[in-house]
């Protein structure tokens, strides 16, 4: 069976999902209801509407619908870059001379470089079926932005994304790849936004956060005629749409005949760790099999193995609704010296009640152990993987190691989120011996954590 | 028919050609023989074997015998980014409106980002099979040294890159991916070198040229023990390994009915056209089928479609063989406004040899229009295409116009070389309407071939 598997193991075409799957649907326990950051009751459709897209706010409250249609557009645009591979890393397998089978979904094969354009092309389809003129979002590092601006230039949707003015500034490759997309890249805080002039008049100087884009770009999506905003991770209708990751992995397993026994997946926001373990945590939740789900996140934003489980802002500067999930409270920031992505203060209300409920165990490493594991794969697989996928393979590694040790065949699928190819700033402290670990004291959390809204 | 030929066309892992293709056992009129610099008499294996790994230079002479088996280990790293993708241009077909069917061959899924990887994984083998430490090479831009150092990190040879000092500071993130596959980067003109020093000396603060890294490659290999001498294209053992890309592409084809009638590819040294074309050159030698084969070269470097049939050096330093090509002569330098690459002053002689005989045919484009139908092509199709790749896209879109004119459903099959993801300072200047064109004036051209050696 074993000599059977080929290092890339790709459906076919019509072998793409056609649903997207809402595990919500099978959870005895359901995520706790978004609240109105005004009233601090359940939102509604109406209220949420105004900001979002009518259909991915219906899609965000639909707790009931265990599938939802991928509309035949969207379904053409995944064919451009999907059915991803599911690879079986052959190389790393001879590299730790495990008896493990590890298996990989590859999801950087495509120019935004990760998983973000399942969702992104989903909301922007939605937005173009309600007429809208365009969408704005807030982007950090990019590669929501990138995925984003892809996916409006696909269906002539105009695309505003508020950029992180000290990204802008480092990282202005991603900036231009935005704009050959034609998105319309403004750094954060701008002064084309009443809350961007305020940060600016308040903070001379300031270079931004992530907290003050998404006030611009929401202020933005409201105060203009036929926008909304949008959002690349945390809500579940952007899980939703990442269940395709899941999908296709547990299609392509199926297709040999490959039972999973340990699914790893990095965890920011949760939307791709969400996507792939879904299908899975599915079946565990109806009794019909068993997985061991880990995910993995980084020690310096570690929300969780060390933060709470409570109602929280979603954003930096308290205007989205409150959300009930691990947090490590909305005022909290990761230390810059933190290279990748996952740099959330809090995790999917879904992922958080799965963990809550046992389904999913969660781990957190150092980044330098991280882009250890990160350098060895590239070497043996090819792929230079972006540093946050890489805590994945730092944990699909370990596990392959005990293997070694205990002489157990575990299968370990775990998800390779996305390319590295615009991180190698992070690459080369890392090259140079420069990189550092952080991890926040207990302290510091504490403090964080004392500034959970009162629910 | 139509309907049934997905958007992408993967073949298995079983139907990976097993074998290159030396399309000069099919030409008549043989490409003339490379020439010994020193005696201007055709080169012999031990001549070439101070330079080259001793396996190479049998497959750089072999003039006769039609297929090379791939070796198993070349075939299983293949594996892990191969057979690469024909995509069907669905999206780029309904946007221009055309009745023609496109196709494109996909090389730039892999980390190197580029059809590099083909060659370099067959280079490096064979000097890890002849025993060697390590190899050395030139780089400019840096895909081909970054597809050397994954290459040689698999294998676990050492890789010494001479980059261009100019694109050294320019291009860091290219410098860092080739680091972090453990190669040694090393900025040309160096002070590691006597030929870098001497240059050093003559040209204080000269930012290099890849003749100068050529020849500081060179003397690193000749005078270290255990290494040789390895180049990305031009070479006919280059040119053989990127049969892959061609054998895979028509037996996609054959997969499928599909009869193409027009191939379409870029042409810098001619390694890709040549590797993409050999098998359906090969037809058309042996007189079994007729197809319309364009090289697309930039009109600020056009050595086929204005430059002369003669001996040249392959090298600015003249110190490597010559060979009977297509050049503008060796002093011929494009202008620095040119962003790809695609900057070669000569053509492969086995490229070169079709041309002259009417098995291929040439066009020149400008830079502009070629970034124009990059940005078209990246938000249609998804994917952002390297610069040099995206003269194939221009002519293909050239071609299917003229069909919506004509009425007539050609089957297009160009070739997409690789990603720009490495390239934004160059999309930038098109985004910022800073791009312009160049070509040289006749007079330039005269003054470059007046010093073509007098062989």
Chains 1, 2 share one sequence.
């Not at 459709?45 to 219906?58: G, Q, R």
């Not at 939703?240 to 790893?264: F, P, R, S």
């Amino acid at each position: 069976m074993n000599k059977e598997i080929p290092y890339k193991i790709y459906l076919e075409e019509n072998e793409l999902p056609t649903q997207w799957y809402n595990v919500r649907a099978d959870m005895k326990n359901k995520p706790a209801p978004i609240l109105n950051p005004a009233t601090l009751k359940p939102i509604t459709i109406d209220e949420l509407s105004p900001i979002f897209c009518t259909e991915l706010a219906k899609q965000e409250l639909d707790e009931t619908t265990p599938y939802f249609d991928i509309p035949q557009e969207i379904r053409d645009f995944y064919k451009m870059y999907r059915p991803s591979p599911l690879v079986r890393a052959y190389c790393l397998e001879k590299k730790l001379g495990t008896p493990a089978h590890i298996y990989y979904k590859f999801e950087g094969n495509n120019t935004s470089g990760s998983h973000k354009l399942n969702s992104a092309i989903a909301q922007a389809y939605y937005a173009k079926q309600q007429g809208l003129k365009g969408v704005t979002t807030e982007t950090g590092a990019g590669q929501w932005g990138t995925a984003l601006s892809m996916a409006c230039a696909y269906f002539d949707l105009d695309c505003q994304v508020y950029m992180v003015k000290v990204s802008y500034e480092q990282k202005p490759f991603r900036r231009e790849v935005m704009r050959t997309y034609g998105a319309k890249v403004t750094p954060s805080p701008s002064m084309t936004t009443e809350v961007g002039k305020r940060i600016n008049a308040e903070h001379p100087g300031t270079t931004g956060s992530l907290g003050c884009a998404i006030s611009e770009a929401v202020e933005a999506a409201t105060t203009q005629e036929g926008y909304r905003y949008v959002l690349g991770s945390v809500l579940s209708q952007v899980l939703l749409h990442q269940t395709v990751i899941g999908l296709e992995t547990k299609a392509a397993l199926d297709k040999y005949g490959i039972k999973a026994d340990m699914i790893i997946g990095c965890a920011g926001g949760g939307s791709n760790l969400g996507g792939l373990i879904s299908p899975f945590a599915g079946e565990m939740l109806r009794g019909e099999a068993d997985y061991e789900i880990i995910a993995v996140e980084p020690a310096s934003c570690p929300s969780l193995t060390r933060g709470k489980y409570a109602y929280d802002f979603c954003d930096t500067g308290k205007i989205c609704p409150l959300a009930k999930m691990y947090t490590l409270g909305s005022n909290f920031i990761p230390s810059a010296n933190h290279a990748g992505g996952l740099r959330y203060h809090g995790m999917s209300s879904i992922v958080s009640q799965l963990y809550e409920d046992g389904y999913v165990k969660a781990r957190s490493v150092e980044q330098t152990e991280v882009f250890k594991a990160a350098e060895m794969f590239a070497k043996v697989e090819g792929i230079l993987p972006a540093p946050e996928s890489s805590h994945a393979i730092k944990v699909a590694i370990d596990e392959a190691l005990k293997c070694k040790e205990t002489g157990e065949t575990k299968n370990i699928v775990f998800g390779l989120t996305g390319t590295g190819y615009f991180d190698m700033v992070a690459y080369q402290k890392y090259n140079d011996g420069e990189m550092s670990d952080y991890i926040p004291t207990d302290e510091e959390i504490a403090k964080s954590l004392a500034t959970l809204p009162n629910v």
